[in-house]
């Protein structure tokens, strides 16, 4: 070799060796070193850091080993593998529990070539045995906020963790703010459990646990809901559950326990690793279900969950979920729960899902998204089957709702009942409902509903606002202001076609009765239920009745006491075909006095005049007869309707009645609400019904 080529080998191979010889020094250097003697600047890092006192009470080693998941020449790169034995983190001065958490151990590898770029990579942090106390007073302030130094320049390091790992564990909350107070455990399963297995015996759990809250109806419904899942094929999941937790304690004054399945390692970037969840939870009589995978758990951004929820009434639900729902009867519901957490906002989605309210069956879609002003719930709801007496607890009538009282025995016919309006300003909603099916009793014929409801800042909107009623239509809108107190409400209805022989499936007589049913009404109220709303309204309402049929066993099963006393006293017990009834009140809070109320029958025409006050339900009317041709009454004198709409008096006045208007009709004094009620005759499809009463108006407005 000649010189000049030994001379550069020489030059080149130094600096080489040298290299060689300080790598293998500084590893043998950091192998041998007692890392230990690092834990007093850790220590006071960390703790200035998190601010409040840290320690690594017990060993801190390191061992260096090749990462098996690197490639190419980073694979010779030897890794960092700490472990931080017996680790505690101290509590505020404030708390009742001097730690907040406590590991046995903490382990993790951390990339050395990412430090070169001022990035702390690690892979997957490993927690051994973790307990943790979380603890809120009653004041707002809580142990699971840190005060982190402010102020200074950025830090140019960034933090890349990976995953989460753990085994057995314990986890308390003591929450004197939301009045929750748990304890729950975390151990490790003998064995994996499959995903599908455990999704399998989740559906059946919930299955028994809605046939429990809500009776056998909702089994079938979640039946239903599961051959859907299964057609659409949502319950493959390749994951598996390896710990178990349980938990007991407390939610706002409710006894609260679960228990559930999770997996090992929560990813918290991967998206191929999803982590699997699994719950079960009863709070008081509310009991509520999970099953399905998480990933991205910082931003919550594939959370996919079958959710099932039961109970006594979705009103329970608001302190759970912070969602204002309606007093229900007995419900039991599954569907799929997506969400996405962010800064500004998150959104929540309920889809797919099928509920049994009652005897009801609803399905749809609902989303809630947080971040503006208020929550907003939006969405398309649809009812299988409807029992109208499901409806009863929303206008106040009562039902099946357990969420308060039922109210005190009192000598008042018009429901009482409060609507909880406290609750309708922490929510705005924008959603569509329609049923197509609805089960009625025999006396209340409704056959179809659709709406449009929003809530807006406390407001309650119906509108449009759609019936199928006894083979006509109601449409027009209902306006609820719960901001204001007491509330306002604003009411707008047309009803246009009421088949009279539909109105009562059990009364024979009516079967036999053709015509037909117009009305309008027009109502302002202020109130906070339906006997106030009722008791303080104001405007006007007309209503036209074709060759209908009355008796008393049909206004007996109407609850409509006042009419059959007085038909009891003029005409008997028989059945009184009606050629025409109208009838046009003006109302000023809540006293609803008549402009025109007449019936039209074979024997006579009926003249009623007077009030009715809704404020105090107290009757004030006169009834008089107009005989017809040949007198087939005995009744000699008219009648008088006192008393209240629960207790009616009604007697035989003793004279003439000209002092009180009794001579109306004679006088032609109803030509303006007659005309008015013309209006009415138009939408009629019954020729025969339109001339009747057409004639009848025209005579009283001459």
Known sequence: MKRSHKLLAWIIGVPVTLLIVL???LVITLSLFDWNKLKPTIDAQASTAIGRPFAINGNLGVQWMRDPQSQGWRAWVPWPHIVARDISIANPAWTKQPQF???DALRFSLSPLDLLQHRVRIPTLQLVNPSVDLERDAHGQANWTFDLPQGGTPSAWTVDLGAIGFDAGQIALDDATGRVKIDAHIEPLQQAIPYDQIVAQATADARTQAVSSAGRGAGTTMDKQDAQDQANGTSAQPS???FAWSAKGSYQGAPLEGSGRIGAVLALQQSNQPFPLQAKLRIGDTHIALVGTLTDPIHLGALNLHLWLAGSSMA???PILGVTLPDTPAYATRGRLTATLGRSGSRFGYHDFRARVGGSDIAGDIDYVTGGARPKLSGKLQATQL???DLAPLVGGGGSSTTAPPPAASDRVLPTQT???????AMDADVTFAAGRIEHGPSLPIQSLSTHLVMDDGTLTLDPLHFGVAGGRVDGMLRLDGSAAPMRGTLKLGVRGLRIEQLSQSFAAMQTSLGEINGDAALDARGNSVATLLGSSSGELKLLMNNGAISRNLLEM???????IVLGKLFGDKTVKIDCAASDFVAQDGLFRTRLFVFDTQDALIDVKGTVNFANEKLDLDVVPHTKGIRLFTLRSPLYVRGTLKQPDVG????????RGAGALALGVVATPAAALLALVAPSHDTDNVSTCTTVLQQLRH
């Open 23 to 25: 790598a293998a020094a």
């Open 101 to 103: 958490a406590h590991l």
């Open 240 to 242: 598996s559950y390896q």
């Open 316 to 318: 329970k639900l608001y």
């Open 387 to 389: 029992r109208f007496a």
């Open 419 to 425: 609507f909880r309006t406290d609750r309708w300003k």
């Open 558 to 564: 109407a609850g409509l006491n006042v009419g059959n």
């Open 652 to 659: 035989v006045h003793a004279g003439p009645l000209i002092a």
